[in-house]
């Protein structure tokens, strides 16, 4: 099968189907380290990220493209900033999506996302991506009305049909040099309850916080199901997707660098060696400069 050695992992969901949602760790493993080494430790493998990326910049052959989902207050935009923090942000291309617009409307759901894709030599990050359409969507089926499909068949055969375009979609990204990794950042209800509690009592943290949020909790099961169906059918060798316990922030974020940082190693990308001729041409070059100095 096609794929760029997708780093192993114990949040790695398989590729012959039979995830389940209820069996995905919320909570970090209990001998994970102290927060202090797990902060010390993602400074480490953020700066092996951020060399990495110098790499890919320079090889300019593959992009990387990061898609993040999570229901409310996993911790996407924490996540993304912290294993970003540090790279260059000219390597980088960042892009949230919220509710479609009335010209993404009138495009297909694809349509929206593959315009932002990350050009060869860059990562891109997506916080929520082309996955709505499955997971939103399908646990409020009434925002179809608003998309003016030409057919909608039985919803059951939609989400099946939007599957198969997204497998389709990211093996045709795959083979054209685009490296994917997606990330379920999986908190649990009870956590997500202590997070919005958190905002409600945080004046600086009021802005963040919707009642619409709390109401989207009554869907909990709902969304646990779209996020089980959509994982089992989409995580190909080529697009796998990792279901990252996020009750700790700290971990998740440590265990989401370091699967990018290992996806980046396992591409080898080198910097370009340039050819004889040109070495000779620097070389020229460079005495012409020094003798310059020298003149000085």
């Not at 294993?83 to 980088?92: I, L, R, S």
């Not at 617009?101 to 009138?106: F, N």
């Not at 905002?199 to 199901?225: C, L, Q, T």
Request: hydrophobic share 40%; with cysteine; aromatic share 10%.
């Amino acid at each position: 099968m096609f794929d760029y050695g997708c780093p192993e992992s114990p949040y790695r969901v398989g590729f012959t189907g039979g995830f389940r949602a209820a069996e995905a760790a919320t909570a970090p493993p209990a001998d994970a380290p102290e927060r202090a080494s797990l902060k010390e430790e993602l400074s480490s493998v953020v700066a092996e990220i951020a060399e990495a990326q110098r790499r890919l910049y320079a090889a300019d052959r593959y992009s990387l493209l990061l898609v993040f989902q999570a229901i409310d207050a996993a911790g996407k935009d924490s996540t993304i900033r912290a294993v970003t923090t540090g790279v260059n942000p000219a390597g980088f291309q960042v892009f949230s999506f919220k509710a479609p617009s009335k010209q993404e409307l009138d495009h297909d759901f694809l349509w929206r996302t593959a315009k932002r894709l990350p050009e060869r030599g860059r990562i891109g990050v997506f916080n929520r991506s082309y996955y709505e359409e499955v997971l939103v969507v399908r646990v409020h089926p009434e925002f179809l009305g608003g998309q003016r499909l030409p057919r909608v068949p039985d919803l059951d055969a939609l989400w099946r049909e939007r599957y198969e375009s997204i497998r389709e979609h990211e093996l045709h990204l795959a083979r054209n040099g685009t490296v994917l990794l997606k990330f379920w950042l999986n908190v649990s209800k009870d956590e997500q309850a202590r997070r919005f509690i958190r905002r409600i009592d945080r004046p600086d943290k009021n802005w963040k916080f919707s009642g619409g949020d709390v109401a989207e909790r009554e869907h909990w099961d709902d969304y646990m199901a779209a996020f089980e169906d959509t994982l089992d059918a989409t995580s190909r060798p080529h697009a796998p997707w990792y279901a990252i316990p996020a009750d700790s922030k700290p971990f998740m974020r440590l265990t989401v660098a370091k699967i990018i940082r290992d996806q980046l190693e396992a591409l080898d990308l080198r910097y370009p060696v340039l050819p004889a001729d040109e070495l000779g041409e620097l070389a020229r070059h460079q005495s012409a400069l020094e003798a310059e100095l020298d003149g000085l």
